[in-house]
């Protein structure tokens, strides 16, 4: 389950149950997220029963990006046995201003920041 | 006849530090000038940061430079995105986006043609936005989308702007020429610095 391109990186890591975005995420639409989407809910099938999303490198997301995020998280929400932890960065200025919402979507999600 | 919506103002431009940048929707298709949005919104932010140097490299927080590139990057990629999507591609009616820097504030200006038939549907949603609670529709939306998979769009770019980045929202509706009708909509985001 991996998607790499010059502008981005997606990949679920079964062994350590993380889910990584990195890069620069500026799809037009649904359309153009759909092959992320799949392996995002690929993911939520396999319901682990820790799941981390590694967002630490994830430098750019445009608002149809933060749709497909949140709406992973409504999925996990759904899932009643797992939990997840969001791992963000610090130094990455969207992150302290948009990913608080994904914690309003999904209360028990924890917010961890490098 | 104008019509102004939302925190919309008129006056000229009144700061020496400004850019626009035009773009002519017909020269090529879409698809292929959507890498461009990102082009010009980065580049728009990395400028601004001139008027904003850095100031302790040191320091584990971001500065504020870093955050005034992000989020006019940001902002400002939302709005072409808006503009190249709901332009009225029979109209040949040109996008432009203007960015004037005040001391206390960055102001955003961003025109395109719209379709006489969205112009209603539209209007009725900058109501909503002016008169709702904006965290509340934000949570609305996003429920929404995922229970509805058969929207394209998100709906998420100007609630996005008004619940995280704390920007005061403004548009204008304008004929712009007649026989046929072409209606220009101008979207003003101001975002404190």
Same mark, same amino acid.
């Given at each position: ?114 | ?62 500065? #504020? ?43 955003? #200006? ?84």
């Amino acid at each position: 389950m991996e998607i790499k391109t010059k502008d981005y990186h997606v990949n679920y890591d079964s062994e350590t149950t993380t889910l990584l975005c990195k890069g620069s995420l500026r799809l037009s639409g649904m359309d153009e997220y759909a092959p992320i989407v799949q392996i995002f809910n690929q993911v939520a099938d396999l319901e682990p029963s820790e799941l981390k999303f590694n967002l630490k490198g994830l430098e750019f997301l445009n608002s149809s990006g933060i749709n497909v995020l949140s709406k992973f998280v409504i999925k996990i929400r759904q899932k009643k046995h797992v939990s997840m932890i969001v791992q963000g960065s610090q130094q990455i200025p969207w992150q302290g201003k948009s990913l608080k919402n994904l914690k309003r979507l999904m209360p028990t999600l924890k917010l961890e920041w490098e | 006849m104008a019509q102004l919506f939302g925190n919309f103002s008129e006056e000229p431009i009144s700061s020496e530090e400004y850019l626009i940048l035009g773009f002519s929707p017909s020269s090529i298709p879409l698809k292929q000038r959507w890498r461009n949005n990102g082009l010009s919104a980065d580049f728009l932010g990395d400028y601004l940061t001139t008027f904003f140097p850095a100031t302790d490299t040191h320091s584990n927080t971001i500065d #504020r430079s870093a955050e005034i590139k992000s989020a006019v990057g940001y902002i400002a990629n939302e709005l072409l995105e808006n503009a190249m999507k709901f332009n009225d591609e029979a109209s040949q009616y040109p996008i432009s986006i203007q960015l004037q820097l005040h001391s206390d504030r960055i102001v955003f #200006r961003v025109t395109n043609s719209i379709p006489s038939q969205l112009v209603e549907k539209f209007q009725a949603y900058i109501q909503n936005l002016i008169n709702e609670d904006p965290q509340e529709m934000y949570i609305e939306q996003l429920e929404r989308n995922a229970e509805d998979d058969s929207n394209s769009s998100s709906g998420l770019g100007l609630l996005t702007m008004i619940n995280d980045y704390m920007a005061l929202l403004g548009w204008k509706f304008d004929t712009v020429k007649t026989e046929p009708d072409v209606i220009a909509v101008t979207t003003m985001v101001q975002l404190t610095v």
